[in-house]
C-alpha cells in the first residue's frame, strides 16, 4: 500500500513537472518563430559563426579547382566580418583569412600571410551573408515559405539546452544572391534550430540537391553563438 | 640462466620479432603517408602543419620514452605478461588510428562540448585523437623492444645471447628502413588507414602465439622496485624538448590576425625546462637504489662517445628521411598518390644501401677497430647530403638516389660500430639495457631532428617567402615563389644534416682502437 502510495506520487511529480516544462515555452505558429528569431538576429550587436560545407563540393573559381571547407569567424552589426575561410585545393588544404569592412574586403597571401587587398574573382564575400538587406535576417522574416514546426530538439553543441526544430523552404534566388553563386539558384530545403526563450538561431542546416552528375547533395550547416558579444574588427595594416 | 621453455628458442625468438618489426615500421611509415592524412583530415597547410608533424614526432617520443623504463618494469612484473600488454596495447592504438575520423572524433566532440562553448574545428580534433592514438600505438610498440630483448635474453645461452639480440636490433632497423616503401605501396592502391588495420590480425595471432607457447615458461623476476619517479623525469624532459623544439607561433588566431610566425615565447623556457628534468633524472639515477639507468656505464670513454656518435646519427638520418617525401611531394609529384609511391621508393635508395653496409661496417669493426669504418662512414655521409643540397625539380631520379645511396652507405658503415663499441663496452649483465640504448639515443637524435628542422623549415620559409615575394603578387608569383622557398630550404636543411654528421665525427675519433677493445674483453673474461 506504502509503495503504492509513492509511486502514484511520483507519477503525480512526473506530470507535474512535464506539464512545467511544457508550459515553459509559448506555444507559438512556426511563422511566428522564425520572424521573432529574425528580429532578435537583425538587433544583435555580433556574433561568432561557423559555415561548414559537406557532401558534394562547391567550388569558388571556374577551372573548380579550390572548394570552399568552412568559414569561422566574427560578425559586428552592420557590416564587419572577420573570417578564416578554409579552401581545399589538389593536394592540398589551405586557410585564406578575409577582413570585410564596410563594403571593403581585405585578405591574406596564401603563402606569407600578409594582407592584400580582395581579389575581386574571389567569390567569397562573408559579410553578404549577414546584409540586413541580403543576408540571413533578411531571408528569415521575409523569405522563407510553409515552415513546420518539427519538434523540440538538443544539438550535440550545446548539451542539455532543448532548441525548437522547423523546417521550411528557401527560394533558390536568395540562397544564390546571399551566397554570391555558391549555392545553386534552386529551391533549398532549410532546418532552423531557434531558442525557445530568447529566440537566437543557433543553426541553420541548407540541403542543396545533387544536381545531375553529382554523387550526393551539398549540405551548409551554418552555426551562430556568442550572441550580442561586439568584436574589435578593423582594416588590416598593409605592408608596402 | 636461461628460461626453459619445451618451444624452440629460434620459433620464439621470430614471433618476438614479428610485432617488433611491425612497431618499427610504423615508425617511418608515416613520413610516405603524412601529406594524404594532412589533406584527409583537412587540415590547413599554414595552421596545421606544426601540428600534424606531432603524427611523426609523436611516436618516435612514445617509442623513444617506453623504451627508457618499460624494459626495468619487465624485469619485475615478468617479461611474458609486460610483452604481451604492450602487443596489446599496440593494436588498440592502431585501431583508434585506423578508426580515428569516426567515433573516437565524436566522442572526443562530445566530450569537449561539456566543457567548452563555441565551436571546435573536428579536423583538429581528429587529429589530436589521431597523435594520442598513434602515441599508444608506440608506447606499445617501443615497450615490446627492450621487453622482446629481455626475453630472449632469458630464453638462450649467454654464449647465443649476443646474436639473437642482434637479430631484435636488425628487425628493429629493418622495420623503419622498409616503412616508407610500404606506405608509399599502401596508398597508391589503398587507402591509408589500411597500413593500420593490418597491424590487427598480425597484432592477435602473435599474441595467441606468444601467450601459448611461452605460458610454461618461468617469469624471470628481478628483486627491487620500479623507478617511477626516475620514469616521469626522464618522460617530462623528453617531451618538453619536442614540444619545445617544435613550438612555434603558427596559430595565426582571429584575435592576432597580423601576427607572423617566428619562434613562439614559450620555446626556450620549454627546452631550459627540459634540461632541468634531465639534470634531476640523472641526480636521481645517481642517488636510486634500483636505477633505470647505470650511469657508471657513461664513464667508459667508448660508451659515451658512441651514444654521443648515435644521437647525432639519427638527428642527420631523420632530416634525409624527413626532406626526402617534402622534396617530392611539393616540387617533384603530380599527384598525392604519386608523391607517396616515388617517396617511398627514393628512400629505399638510402635505407636500404644502409641496411646493405651494415654488414660490412660489423666485419670492418671487427678487423679494424670502431673509429676506420665509423669515420669513413661519416665522410661518406657528409660528402652524400652535400651533393643532396644541389637537388633541384628537373634534377632526375637516378642523380637523387645514387646521392641518397652514398649517404646511407656511410651511415650504414657507421652504425654497427658505434653499436658495437656500446656494447662491447658494457658488462655482460649490462648488455640488454646497453644493446637498447644504441637505439634509444638514435631515437632521440631522430625525434630531436623532426622537431627542430619543421621548426626551421617553416621559420626560414617565412623569411624567404617575405624576402621573394612582391607588395601584391599573383596566384602564379605565388605559387612560384613557394616553390623557390621550398627547394631553398631543403638544400639548407641537408646541409645541416651534413654538419650535424660532422659534427659526429668528433666522437667518433675519440673511440679507443681494437687494442683497447681486446683488452677490455680480455679484463672482462678476467
Same mark, same amino acid.
Given at each position: 500500500m506504502k509503495r503504492t502510495g509513492v509511486w502514484a506520487g511520483l507519477v503525480i511529480f512526473g506530470v507535474l513537472l512535464a506539464g512545467c516544462r511544457a508550459s515553459q515555452f509559448e506555444q507559438l505558429p512556426p511563422n511566428e518563430i522564425i520572424s521573432r528569431s529574425a528580429g532578435r538576429m537583425a538587433s544583435l550587436q555580433g556574433f561568432e559563426f561557423l559555415i561548414e560545407r559537406s557532401g558534394e563540393p562547391v567550388f569558388l573559381d571556374y577551372e573548380g579547382t579550390i572548394s570552399f571547407r568552412r568559414a569561422e569567424g566574427q560578425f559586428t552589426s552592420p557590416d564587419r566580418v572577420n573570417t578564416s575561410v578554409r579552401v581545399i585545393m589538389p593536394g592540398l588544404v589551405t586557410e585564406v583569412q578575409i577582413i570585410s569592412v564596410e563594403g571593403t574586403q581585405w585578405e591574406t597571401n596564401l603563402l606569407t600571410g600578409e594582407w592584400q587587398a580582395s581579389d575581386p574573382r574571389y567569390s567569397f564575400n562573408p559579410s553578404l551573408l549577414f546584409s540586413p538587406e541580403t543576408g540571413i535576417p533578411a531571408v528569415l522574416a521575409h523569405e522563407l515559405a510553409d515552415p513546420a514546426l518539427l519538434g523540440m530538439e538538443e544539438i550535440p553543441e550545446v548539451p542539455g539546452k532543448k532548441l525548437y526544430a522547423l523546417e521550411t523552404v528557401m527560394p533558390g534566388d536568395s540562397a544564390y544572391q546571399m551566397t554570391f553563386g555558391m549555392i545553386d539558384n534552386e529551391p533549398l530545403r532549410v532546418k532552423l534550430w531557434i531558442d525557445p526563450v530568447t529566440f537566437d538561431l543557433y543553426r541553420v542546416l541548407l540541403v542543396d540537391p545533387a544536381n545531375p552528375g553529382d554523387e550526393e547533395d551539398t549540405l551548409w550547416q551554418i552555426d551562430f553563438w556568442s550572441f550580442g558579444s561586439t568584436f574589435q574588427i578593423e582594416p588590416p595594416t598593409i605592408n608596402n | 640462466m636461461p628460461a626453459s621453455t619445451k618451444t624452440q628458442p629460434g620459433l620464439l625468438l621470430a614471433l618476438i620479432s614479428i610485432p617488433i618489426f611491425i612497431g618499427a615500421l610504423d615508425l617511418t611509415v608515416v613520413s610516405a603517408v603524412l601529406p594524404h592524412v594532412i589533406v584527409d583530415l583537412e587540415i590547413p597547410l599554414q595552421t596545421g602543419l606544426d601540428d600534424a608533424a606531432w603524427i611523426v614526432t609523436g611516436y618516435l617520443l612514445a617509442y623513444s620514452v617506453s623504451m627508457t623504463f618499460m624494459g626495468r618494469l619487465s624485469d619485475l612484473y615478468g617479461r611474458r605478461h609486460i610483452y604481451l600488454i604492450a602487443l596489446v596495447i599496440f593494436a588498440f592504438g592502431s585501431y583508434i588510428v585506423a578508426v580515428a575520423q569516426g567515433w573516437p572524433t565524436q566522442l572526443a566532440l562530445r566530450i569537449s562540448y561539456l566543457f567548452v562553448s563555441g565551436r571546435l574545428d573536428a579536423s583538429y580534433v581528429t587529429l589530436y585523437v589521431l597523435i594520442a592514438a598513434r602515441m599508444i600505438q608506440a608506447f606499445g610498440a617501443g615497450t615490446m623492444v627492450p621487453v622482446g630483448m629481455a626475453l630472449v635474453a632469458d630464453i638462450y645461452p649467454a654464449d647465443k645471447r649476443a646474436r639473437s639480440l642482434g637479430v631484435i636490433a636488425?628487425?628493429?632497423?629493418?622495420?623503419?628502413?622498409?616503412?616508407?616503401?610500404?606506405?608509399?605501396?599502401?596508398?597508391?592502391?589503398?587507402?591509408?588507414?589500411?597500413?593500420?588495420?593490418?597491424?590487427?590480425?598480425?597484432?592477435?595471432?602473435?599474441?595467441?602465439?606468444?601467450?601459448?607457447?611461452?605460458?610454461?615458461?618461468?617469469?624471470?623476476?628481478?628483486?627491487?622496485?620500479?623507478?617511477?619517479?626516475?620514469?616521469?623525469?626522464?618522460?617530462?624532459?623528453?617531451?618538453?624538448?619536442?614540444?619545445?623544439?617544435?613550438?612555434?607561433?603558427?596559430?595565426?588566431?582571429?584575435?592576432?590576425?597580423?601576427?607572423?610566425?617566428?619562434?613562439?615565447?614559450?620555446?626556450?623556457?620549454?627546452?631550459?625546462?627540459?634540461?632541468?628534468?634531465?639534470?634531476?633524472?640523472?641526480?636521481?639515477?645517481?642517488?636510486?637504489?634500483?636505477?633505470?639507468?647505470?650511469?657508471?656505464?657513461?664513464?667508459?670513454?667508448?660508451?659515451?662517445?658512441?651514444?654521443?656518435?648515435?644521437?647525432?646519427?639519427?638527428?642527420?638520418?631523420?632530416?634525409?628521411?624527413?626532406?626526402?617525401?617534402?622534396? $617530392?611531394?611539393?616540387?617533384?609529384?603530380?599527384? #598525392?598518390?604519386?608523391?607517396?609511391?616515388? %617517396?617511398?621508393?627514393? !628512400? /629505399? &635508395?638510402?635505407?636500404?644501401?644502409?641496411?646493405?653496409?651494415?654488414?660490412?661496417?660489423?666485419?670492418?669493426?671487427?678487423?679494424?677497430?670502431?673509429?676506420?669504418?665509423?669515420?669513413?662512414?661519416?665522410?661518406?655521409?657528409?660528402?652524400?647530403?652535400?651533393?643532396?643540397?644541389?637537388?633541384?625539380?628537373?634534377?632526375?631520379?637516378?642523380?637523387?638516389?645514387?646521392?641518397?645511396?652514398?649517404?646511407?652507405?656511410?651511415?650504414?658503415?657507421?652504425?654497427?660500430?658505434?653499436?658495437?663499441?656500446?656494447?662491447?663496452?658494457?658488462?655482460?649483465?649490462?648488455?640488454?639495457?646497453?644493446?637498447?640504448?644504441?637505439?634509444?639515443?638514435?631515437?632521440?637524435?631522430?625525434?630531436?631532428? $623532426?622537431?627542430?628542422?619543421?621548426?626551421?623549415? #617553416?621559420?626560414?620559409?617565412?623569411?624567404? %617567402?617575405?624576402?621573394? !615575394? /612582391? &607588395?601584391?603578387?599573383?596566384?602564379?608569383?605565388?605559387?612560384?615563389?613557394?616553390?623557390?622557398?621550398?627547394?631553398?630550404?631543403?638544400?639548407?636543411t641537408f646541409v645541416i644534416a651534413g654538419m650535424v654528421a660532422a659534427l659526429a665525427l668528433i666522437p667518433v675519433l675519440s673511440l679507443k682502437s681494437t687494442f683497447n677493445q681486446t683488452s677490455e674483453v680480455k679484463n672482462e673474461r678476467e
Open positions: - | 636488425a628487425v628493429d632497423t629493418a622495420g623503419w628502413v622498409v616503412g616508407h616503401l610500404y606506405g608509399g605501396i599502401i596508398v597508391r592502391f589503398w587507402a591509408w588507414e589500411l597500413i593500420f588495420w593490418l597491424n590487427l590480425p598480425i597484432c592477435l595471432i602473435a599474441f595467441l602465439l606468444i601467450w601459448y607457447l611461452m605460458r610454461g615458461a618461468p617469469q624471470v623476476r628481478s628483486a627491487g622496485s620500479m623507478d617511477w619517479f626516475g620514469a616521469l623525469l626522464i618522460t617530462a624532459a623528453l617531451a618538453l624538448l619536442n614540444i619545445g623544439l617544435g613550438t612555434s607561433t603558427d596559430g595565426v588566431t582571429l584575435n592576432a590576425l597580423d601576427e607572423k610566425s617566428g619562434l613562439s615565447p614559450y620555446s626556450l623556457p620549454l627546452v631550459f625546462a627540459a634540461f632541468i628534468f634531465l639534470v634531476l633524472f640523472l641526480w636521481r639515477q645517481k642517488k636510486a637504489r634500483y636505477p633505470l639507468l647505470a650511469l657508471s656505464l657513461f664513464k667508459r670513454q667508448n660508451y659515451l662517445a658512441a651514444s654521443l656518435a648515435n644521437f647525432l646519427v639519427g638527428f642527420s638520418l631523420f632530416v634525409a628521411i624527413a626532406n626526402v617525401p617534402l622534396f $617530392i611531394n611539393t616540387l617533384v609529384a603530380t599527384s #598525392l598518390e604519386q608523391g607517396a609511391w616515388d %617517396s617511398g621508393w627514393m !628512400l /629505399s &635508395a638510402l635505407t636500404i644501401p644502409l641496411a646493405l653496409a651494415s654488414a660490412p661496417g660489423g666485419w670492418l669493426s671487427e678487423k679494424r677497430g670502431y673509429r676506420l669504418p665509423a669515420a669513413a662512414g661519416l665522410i661518406l655521409a657528409v660528402f652524400g647530403f652535400m651533393l643532396m643540397r644541389s637537388w633541384e625539380p628537373a634534377t632526375p631520379y637516378a642523380i637523387l638516389a645514387y646521392q641518397l645511396a652514398l649517404s646511407g652507405i656511410g651511415i650504414g658503415l657507421t652504425m654497427a660500430p658505434i653499436a658495437a663499441a656500446v656494447v662491447n663496452a658494457s658488462p655482460p649483465d649490462q648488455r640488454g639495457i646497453s644493446s637498447a640504448l644504441v637505439i634509444i639515443f638514435r631515437l632521440i637524435g631522430m625525434t630531436v631532428g $623532426i622537431s627542430s628542422i619543421t621548426t626551421y623549415d #617553416l621559420l626560414r620559409a617565412d623569411a624567404l %617567402s617575405e624576402m621573394l !615575394l /612582391s &607588395a601584391q603578387p599573383t596566384l602564379s608569383e605565388t605559387v612560384r615563389v613557394g616553390m623557390e622557398v621550398t627547394e631553398q630550404v631543403i638544400s639548407e
